[in-house]
């Protein structure tokens, strides 16, 4: 069985009030940012930009 889609703000307000505090209070922690990646120009990125001083 699965429940109804609420119709009205008001009804999706009371189906989330619905939801066992055990499961709205869980928080994760957001995981680490990720070192961006080194910038490499090789001797073919040089020559495509070479002329346009």
Do not use: F, Y
């Not at 609420?6 to 209070?25: F, M, N, T, Y």
């Not at 990720?34 to 020559?47: N, S, T």
């Amino acid at each position: 069985m699965t429940a109804p889609e609420p119709v009205s703000l008001d009804q999706l307000i009371d189906d989330c009030a619905d939801i066992p505090g055990a499961l709205r209070q869980r928080t994760r922690p957001l995981p680490a940012p990720r070192r961006p990646a080194l910038w490499r120009v090789d001797e073919a990125c040089a020559a495509q930009v070479s002329g346009l001083h």
